[in-house]
C-alpha cells in the first residue's frame, strides 16, 4: 500500500508538468515499470501496461498461455490447465490468461527505486522540454509575470509556468518591477548551465526595439518596410533607420504614425526613451546629416579608410548634433558607422546641399541633365521657374516637378525640425 501512495505521489508531479506531451509521458511511465518487469521475471514480453496519469494509478496486466499439466516450462510465459481453470472454469488449453499484477509484488524498495527514477525523468525532461522550447524562440517577445526579485536579476514566469530570467544588465534604467507585476521581454538567448538550462530575457538589446516595432507598424511585419539598423542607448534615446520597398509608402510617416500614434506605445514601453526614426540612404553623407537630425550642413569629408566624417556646421547647429551628454553624436556615429566629429563653421554661408546628394530619390540621369545647364545645388535649381527649367534641360514637366518636390520637401523638414529644436 505504501508503494502505492509513493507511486501516485510521482504520477501527480508528471501530470501537473504542462510542458511534456501526453505521448512522451505514457512512454516514459512504461519504460520505468516495464524495468521493474524485466528486473522481476527476466523480460516484459508478456506484460501489458495501462498508465492512467490523470488519475495517478496504472494496471499491470500478464498475459500467460494455458499448457497442459505437466507441461509448463517458463513459469512466466505459461501456465498449466489445471491454475487456470481455477480463475475460469471455462478455460481450454491454448487461449491466454490475463492476471493482474499488484504493485506490491515487487517489495517496496524496487517501488521507492521506481519512484526516484520517475522523479529523474521528469527533471531531465522538464529541462530538455524547455531548452527546446525557448532555443526556438530567441529573438521573440515574450509576456510574463514577475515571481521574484533579486538584487541581480528577475525570476519571470511564462504563461506555461516556466521560469525566465532578466539580469539587472538588461533592466532599462528606469525599470522597476515588483512580485505579481506584467513584464514584456525578448528572449535573448539560452545558457547551460550544469546540463540546466537557463533563459535569458533583455530590454535593453536592439533586437527587442526592432520586435515592438514589427508589432506596431503592419508594413514592417509586411515587409514594405525594412529596418536598417539601430542605435540605442536605453531609456534615453535610440535611432531607426528604415527602408521602404514601395515608393508610395514614406517609411518614417508609417513607423511613427498618424500625431505619433505607432510610436507612443513603444516609447511608453521603453520608458519614455526618445526614437528618432531616419529614413536610409546608401549616400553616406545624407545618411551622416539624417542620423545627426540637424537642418544644415556646412560640408561633410569622408574618410572611408578611417570610417570616421567631419562635419562642418553653422555655430548655431552644434549643440543640436552633439546632443545632451554627446549622446545624438554617439548614436548617430553608432548607426552610421562611422566616427563623427563636428566643427564650427567660420564663413557661414546660406545652407545648401549637392544635388547629387539626392541620387537616393532622383535618377542619376536626370541630376546630370540639371549639372550640365549649370544646376549643381538644391538651391541653384530652385532659383529657376518651371518653365525654365522644362526649356533648358529638356525634361519633361512632370520629371522636374518630381525633382522640384523633392528637394522642396528636403528643406521645409530641416526647417520644421530646426524650429522644433528651437522650442525644445
Known sequence: ????????????????????????????????????????????????????????????????????????QDSNQQVAYSEATKIEADFEVGEELYEPIGLDTFGRRAILAASQTLKSRIMELEKDELYKKYSDRVGDVINGEVYQVWKKE???????????????????????????????????????????????????DNSFLAKLLEAEVPEIAEGLIAIRKIAREPGEKAKVAVESFDERIDPVGSCVGMKGSRILGIVKELRNENIDVIQYTSNVRLFIQRALAISKVVSIDINEDRKRASVVLNPDQISLAIGKNGVNIRLAGKLTGYEIDVYRDSEEEEYDIELDEFSDEIDQWVIDQFKAIGCDTARSVLSLNLDELVRRTDLEEETVRDVLRVIEEEFDSDEEEEGNNKEN
Do not use: C, Q
Open 154 to 204: 528577475l525570476l519571470v514566469l511564462d504563461d506555461d509556468g516556466s521560469e525566465l530570467v532578466l539580469p539587472k544588465i538588461e533592466h532599462i534604467p528606469a525599470d522597476f518591477y515588483k512580485k505579481g507585476d506584467p513584464i514584456k521581454a525578448i528572449v535573448k538567448k539560452v545558457e547551460l548551465r550544469n546540463n540546466t538550462p537557463r533563459v535569458i530575457l533583455s530590454r535593453t
Open 1 to 72: 500500500m505504501a508503494g502505492n501512495v509513493v507511486l501516485i505521489e510521482s504520477f501527480s508531479e508528471f501530470k501537473e508538468f504542462k510542458n511534456i506531451d501526453r505521448h512522451t509521458m505514457m512512454r516514459v511511465l512504461e519504460d520505468v515499470f516495464k524495468t521493474l518487469l524485466r528486473k522481476k521475471y527476466g523480460n516484459d514480453e508478456n506484460f501489458d501496461i495501462i498508465v492512467n496519469p490523470d488519475k495517478g494509478d496504472l494496471e499491470i496486466w500478464r498475459r500467460r498461455e494455458i499448457v497442459a499439466d505437466g507441461e509448463v
